[in-house]
């Protein structure tokens, strides 16, 4: 039920890039990032809402295919401010209330 | 500033105990979650509440039911906790365009720890 996200875990050095990816079974409408740095709530980072939209955040960017139910966050040139755990929040397509999140992918950034 | 309160930080309780996690938020927001975070399962949802007295399971409801009485409040409770309840439970609530969530804003998380 839950999307799937991979890497589950990377560790980066300064000025690196990763790409996380989110992938859902169901039919969705859009897709929500956030970061939670340790002993943190989970922040919001960015929203897509139509297919193969793409939006940035400083060098942090995302992507939406809804066609086929994934979506892509970017990170350029990370900095240790990057450091964290990301979840992909996804709503279903079909109408519900539902809000469900991702497995997340814990990301350390090294000096 | 827009805030999501939950009632403890911390609650040690003992097996059997009926445990009540409390939420309120300030932003008038109509849709309100509780998840339960593990490492290495991310954020499972346990249910959902879209308006007063609404409930809806989420993907992991046993052992636990909710209440709504008012909009601002959303209540977790165990009827009898076990020790696989032992987690980190985060309550979040967002605004609803239509039938869709905007962003999700969280408390700061309640660590339960059943002995």
């Known amino acids: 039920q839950q999307p799937v996200q991979s890497p589950q875990a990377v560790i980066l050095r300064e000025g690196e890039d990763a790409v996380i990816n989110c992938s859902s079974s169901?039919?969705?409408?859009?897709v929500h990032w956030y970061r939670q740095k340790h002993g943190e709530a989970p922040v919001f980072l960015m929203i897509?809402?139509?297919?193969?939209e793409q939006k940035g955040h400083d060098k942090i960017s995302a992507s939406f295919n809804e066609k086929k139910q994934q979506s892509s966050l970017y990170l350029t040139a990370s900095q240790l401010s990057y450091s964290g755990t990301y979840f992909c929040?996804?709503?279903?397509?079909?109408?519900?209330?539902?809000?469900?999140f991702g497995t997340g992918t814990r990301l350390k950034v090294l000096a | 500033d827009v805030k999501v309160t939950q009632s403890s930080r911390y609650l040690v309780k003992r097996t059997g105990e009926k445990v009540f996690l409390e939420c309120v938020q300030d932003?008038?927001?109509?849709?309100m979650f509780w998840y339960r975070q593990d490492p290495g399962l991310g954020l499972r949802l346990i249910y959902f509440?879209?308006?007063?007295?609404?409930?809806e399971k989420g993907d992991i409801p046993e052992g636990y039911s909710v209440s709504r009485e008012k909009k601002e409040r959303f209540s977790l409770i165990l009827e009898s906790a076990s020790t696989n309840q032992t987690s980190m439970y985060l309550c979040?609530?967002?605004?609803?365009?239509?039938?869709?969530?905007?962003?999700?804003?969280f408390g700061q998380g309640t660590r339960l720890t059943v002995v």
């Open positions: 979040a609530s967002s605004k609803l365009r239509g039938r869709r969530n905007t962003e999700a804003f």
């Open positions: 169901k039919a969705l409408y859009s």
């Open positions: 897509l809402l139509k297919g193969g």
């Open positions: 929040g996804t709503g279903e397509a079909s109408g519900t209330y539902k809000y469900i």
């Open positions: 932003m008038d927001h109509e849709n």
């Open positions: 509440s879209y308006d007063v007295k609404m409930k």
